[in-house]
């Protein structure tokens, strides 16, 4: 476990995103909409997949069904998405989140974990983690009406752990998601790959490793 002092911490309470912040499940992701788009005969650029990151599967699938003009129905889509996912999510790794994740949870800090994708990918990743704990707060796209940017999410994930929205840090690795965060009046913390930290608001506290996400939760 991480060295983490609870008392020196500035937040009653933290929300998580999924992928690319707790999970290392982006690559698989991003695999998976590859290889449903090849069997359409379409290759995706590395800008378009930049384009959907944080996306959830209705609005990429719209993005590429207007860029590609793609016949497939979503509901095929999906299912080849879903199918290649479930079985590869055994390769899901732990990013450097989910170790201060399971680190607050050591010491009873609330937590709850928010995200664009359906709960059949979350369970997915959750298994693949060892992160499937009782009672753990989990609000995933198909329990919203309105997935990200929407602050619906994140609201939700405040009423179930019953803290304060202000009295909340977000993290989150895509624009969308601290879009989210910052509409539900919260305190968004980033942790996006290298070569997206320039999209990001100055609303948006940015680090890159454990360390320096724990120095961002707490007072200074």
């Not at 539900?184 to 940015?206: C, W, Y």
Request: hydrophobic content about 40%; proline content about 4%.
């Amino acid at each position: 476990m991480l060295k983490i002092d609870k008392e020196q911490l500035k937040f009653d309470g933290v929300l998580w995103d999924m992928d690319g912040t707790i999970a290392d499940s982006e690559p698989i992701h991003e695999r998976a909409i590859r290889h449903t788009l090849n069997k359409y005969g379409v290759d995706p650029t590395h800008d378009d997949m930049q384009n959907v990151l944080g996306t959830e599967g209705s609005k990429t699938f719209e993005y590429f069904q207007t860029t590609y003009d793609l016949t497939v129905s979503f509901e095929d889509y999906q299912a080849s998405n879903y199918q290649y996912f479930c079985a590869h999510s055994n390769e899901v790794t732990p990013l450097y989140g989910c170790e201060v994740f399971k680190s607050l949870r050591a010491l009873g800090v609330p937590q709850a974990i928010v995200t664009n994708s359906d709960r059949i990918l979350v369970n997915a990743s959750l298994a693949a983690l060892q992160l499937e704990i009782p009672g753990l707060a989990v609000v995933a796209r198909n329990d919203l009406r309105l997935g990200k940017p929407s602050p619906e999410g994140y609201l939700r994930a405040a009423y179930l752990i019953d803290v304060e929205p202000s009295k909340l840090a977000v993290i989150e690795d895509s624009v969308l998601g601290a879009k989210a965060g910052l509409l539900a009046g919260m305190q968004v913390i980033g942790v996006p790959i290298e070569e997206n930290r320039h999209k990001f608001s100055s609303d948006v506290t940015l680090v890159k490793d454990a360390h320096s996400l724990i120095d961002a939760l707490s007072k200074s």
